[in-house]
């Protein structure tokens, strides 16, 4: 369908949610014809009002993909975009709804991006159900999805051989949402963080999944996988929009994913996002022959993650059946923006 219109529904109007519904607005080739969330004050609204739109859509927000399904409109969706949860079991059914609705999917759900290690039987049954239904099933963003996995793995294409990798991606958490702020403990106590990291309620959720995906895609085993979370502490006083953070207390987080191999480590993946973070970019070392480094800055994770969400619409419907990666399909572009938008 390399010419044809693109018919999406959106799944979720969370922050990213919202910004996805922005973004596809104004695509062309690409046209909003459902929206599902849960929100009891967003069910009935304009899709258009609820995403913050200065014009409707036309499409009113329903409460699920059932309800969809049985408001008797004409046509179907090619995709949905799913933006709801970041761990897999919790998310799992509503993919499976979509999935036994005859969708694709492009979903943020962090587990996702790369789920046979973490999760093998739900990757299973989703990958199965797929097949069944004749759709592709591909968790992406930019962390993970693509800055800290997928580009690493492309640079090595200019590489007669490769012997380590090292990937640091550093985020000013002080300039981001509210959301996000909380995920890395902003202005929390140290007593906190470590309460919470010790039941694995602090960190990044898809580090881990980055790792593994680089580390299939170069045929690396990965039996020797090594994992490390720590608070960042402030110094002094800090202030952000939403949190004011003591001297002493948690400006964010600093973690780490790494595997060895004979006791030597070959991949190293680093993430910190703290307030204030002093020069925010991402970093790539790849030691091979040759050896390429590469620096990319100005990579906003939220504006990039919903960018990501978009432009693999096509990608997705034109894919094979089955549960996907980003390292199975073609490469992701920009898709063209709708004229006069």
Not at 158 to 177: E, H, L, N, P, Q
Not at 224 to 238: F, Q, Y
Not at 244 to 257: D, F, N, Q, S
Request: hydrophobic share 40%; with cysteine; aromatic share 2%.
């Amino acid at each position: 369908m390399t010419n044809q219109q693109i018919r999406v529904v959106q799944y979720g109007l969370g922050a990213i949610g919202t910004g996805v519904v922005r973004l596809a607005s104004r695509k062309a080739g690409m046209r909003i014809v459902g929206c599902v969330d849960v929100n009891p004050d967003l069910i009935g609204k304009d899709a258009g009002e609820a995403a913050g739109l200065d014009q409707a859509l036309g499409v009113p927000v329903l409460g699920s993909i059932e309800e969809l399904a049985r408001g008797g409109r004409d046509e179907s969706a090619d995709v949905a975009f799913h933006c709801t949860g970041s761990h897999l079991q919790e998310v799992h059914e509503q993919l499976v709804e979509i999935v036994r609705a005859g969708m694709n999917i492009v979903s943020t759900c962090e587990e996702l991006s790369f789920p046979r290690r973490r999760n093998p039987q739900i990757a299973a049954q989703i990958d199965a159900l797929a097949r069944e239904h004749d759709v592709t099933v591909l968790g992406t963003g930019i962390n993970p999805g693509f800055i800290m996995d997928t580009l690493p793995v492309a640079l090595t294409a200019m590489c007669a051989d490769v012997r380590k990798i090292r990937v640091s991606r550093i985020v000013d958490v002080g300039t981001r949402r509210r959301q996000l702020q909380a995920k890395v403990g902003t202005g929390m106590s140290v007593d906190e963080f470590q309460r919470r990291a010790s039941t694995g309620r602090m960190g990044h959720i898809g580090l881990q999944e980055s790792l593994l995906g680089i580390a299939e895609a170069l045929g690396w085993p990965t039996d020797d996988l090594h994992h490390s979370l720590e608070p960042v502490i402030a110094h002094a006083p800090l202030q952000t929009e939403f949190f004011g953070i003591p001297a002493g207390h948690v400006a964010g987080l600093r973690e780490r994913t790494w595997l060895e191999q004979d006791g030597e480590e070959v991949l190293a993946l680093e993430l910190q996002m703290r307030v204030g973070a002093p020069e925010p970019g991402d970093t790539i070392v790849l030691d091979g022959t040759p050896p390429v480094t590469v620096k990319v800055d100005g990579v906003q994770g939220d504006i990039s993650t919903q960018a990501i969400v978009v432009n693999s619409a096509r990608r997705v419907v034109e894919a094979p059946p089955g549960l996907a990666t980003m390292m199975d399909i073609p490469p992701v572009s920009l898709a063209p923006t709708a004229a006069g938008a």
